[in-house]
C-alpha cells in the first residue's frame, strides 16, 4: 500500500538524538516507500542549525523550519537577529516551532506570549509561514493569533475542540494532525478533524513522538504515517491515498516547495 502513496510529513524532528544510530539510513529509504518530502521543525538556535545541515544532505527530501520552541527556557539576546539570517538559507520555508505551552512551568506564560509575538512578526517580515505548537493554552494563543491575522501557518498536532478549530481556520491557518487520533480516547481531536476541511489538513508525525497504533510507545517516523491517514480518510469519507494525495498537495502549497 505504501508505495502507492504520496506523502508529505509537514512536522518532524530529525535532528533528534533519537535518530543518532540510523538517521541517514532511514532518511534514505523515504522515497522508495512514497515519502516525498518532510518539514523538520527546530526548537532553538543549535537545533534550527542542525536541521539545515541535515537538509543539505537530503535536500530533494527535507525541507526547515527555524524559531524558539516555548518549552525552550530563554531565548538568548538577538535571537531574532540570527533567525533572521538562518531564515536566508534555501532550505527554510517557515518559521518553527513556535507557540505556547502551559503544561510545564519551564517558561512562564508572560515570556512564552512576548517570544511568541516577537517570531510572529518575524515571520509577517519575512514572508514566512509559521508552524504553532499549543498546549493547555488555547485561549491566549486564539488572543494572540488574532492581532496578527490573517496568517499564514499550521496549528500542528491540534488538540483543542472543533470550536477551536474553526477559529484557527478562520484566521487563514491549516491544521495538522498526528498520530493521536488513532488513540482509544481521540474523542475530541477526531471531532475537530471532522470539521475541518479537506483543502485546510496537514498529516504529521511530530516524530520521534506521537506514534501511531499500532506503534503506540515505539520510536515515530514518517514509515508510520499511512496509520494515521488511515483513520483521517474513515472520518472524512476518502481513501488513504486520496488523504496521502491531498495533504501532501496542501503543504506544498502552505510551504512553497511546488
Sequence with gaps: MQEKLVIFDSHS???????????????????????????????????AAACLALAERFPALLVTAVGI???????????????????????V?????????????????????????????LAKELNLPVI?????????????????????????????????????????LYIGFTGVITFKNAKKPLAALRSV????????TDCPYMAPVPYRGK???STMLPETAAVMAREKGVSVEEICSITAQNAARLFRTC
Design 197 to 204: 476541511p479537506l483543502d485546510r489538513l496537514l498529516l504529521e
Design 132 to 172: 504553532l505548537h499549543c498546549r493547555d493554552a488555547m485561549g491566549d494563543m486564539l488572543e494572540i493569533l488574532r492581532e496578527f491575522a490573517p496568517l499564514e501557518g499550521v496549528m500542528h498536532c491540534f488538540s483543542g475542540s472543533a470550536e477551536s478549530a474553526q477559529e484557527v481556520l478562520k484566521m487563514g
Design 13 to 47: 524532528h530529525y535532528t533528534d538524538e533519537a535518530f543518532d544510530a540510523d538517521r541517514d539510513a532511514l532518511l534514505a529509504s523515504f522515497p522508495e516507500k512514497g515519502i516525498r518530502r518532510c518539514m523538520i521543525c527546530a526548537t532553538d538556535l543549535p537545533s
Design 69 to 91: 520552541h516555548p518549552e525552550t527556557p530563554d531565548a538568548p539576546e538577538g535571537y531574532l537577529d540570527e533567525l533572521r539570517a538562518l531564515s536566508r538559507h534555501p532550505s
Design 93 to 121: 520555508h517557515a518559521i518553527g516551532e513556535i507557540g505556547l505551552d502551559y503544561h510545564y512551568d519551564d517558561c512562564g506564560p508572560v515570556q512564552q506570549k512576548r517570544i511568541l509575538r516577537e517570531q510572529l512578526a
Design 219 to 221: 520510536r515515530c517516523d
